[in-house]
């Protein structure tokens, strides 16, 4: 991934934050049958591995080889930003679209996992993040569905690990224009209905006295 210094982002809880607030990521890898990409929720557990499974009748746990590399792409935020939500535009007119965006990219060895525990613990660690979430403390849990029922869908999965061995993170967020043109891009954003984006732009802005 290209990364100009100024969108290069290196803050260890930034990325993590970035990986937890957009779970859903694109697991990528070369094989013999060439490019594979899945969409896949994933969750970094305690030893930095991102834990995650995938249907045992999808090919992709046949396709990549055991201990291969991966890469796991998580996308935030992201929105078009024109060059009218810059104020000097008026003055010379030099500007032109652009994207405003944050990702971040993990490397790693992937390992799946077939034996019931290992599928257990993935569900579980997934779904017990995202129920908290979503419902809180009366959320969904694995012990709430009938037994044969979990062992029936736990059959038709494969658990896999993926041990990160390095990360790139980019976060463009109009760093590299001057203070008058990111306050409006930042007010652009907004009023195009990309709030989440504004707000991640406007907690770089010096706070006022």
């Avoid at 779904?127 to 809180?136: A, K, L, M, S």
């Avoid at 690990?161 to 224009?177: E, F, G, M, P």
């Avoid at 043109?181 to 009023?191: C, K, M, N, P, S």
Wanted: contains cysteine; proline residues 5%; hydrophobic residues 40%.
């Amino acid at each position: 991934m290209y990364i100009p210094p100024h969108f290069h982002e290196v803050r260890p809880d930034a990325i993590a934050a970035m990986m937890q607030d957009a779970p859903l990521a694109c697991v990528v890898a070369q094989t013999a049958a060439g490019l594979v990409a899945n969409h896949l929720p994933l969750l970094q557990g305690p030893d930095g591995a991102l834990i995650g499974h995938v249907a045992l009748v999808n090919d992709m746990h046949r396709l990549i080889e055991d201990g291969q590399e991966v890469l796991a792409i998580f996308r935030r935020d992201d929105a078009y930003v024109s060059p009218n939500f810059y104020p000097t535009k008026q003055e010379h007119h030099r500007h032109v679209p652009t994207w405003n965006y944050k990702v971040v990219h993990a490397y790693g060895d992937i390992s799946f996992q077939h034996d019931d525990r290992s599928k257990r613990a993935a569900v579980g660690l997934l779904t017990r993040d995202h129920e908290r979430r979503v419902i809180g403390k009366a959320g969904w849990r694995m012990a709430d569905a009938p037994t044969d029922y979990m062992e029936q869908m736990l059959r038709g999965i494969v658990a896999f690990r993926i041990a990160v061995t390095r990360t790139l993170a980019k976060s463009k967020l109009s760093q590299n224009r001057e203070a008058r043109d990111y306050i409006g891009a930042v007010e652009g954003l907004r009023a195009s209905g990309h709030e989440e984006l504004a707000d991640r732009m406007a907690e770089r802005l010096p706070a006022a006295d």
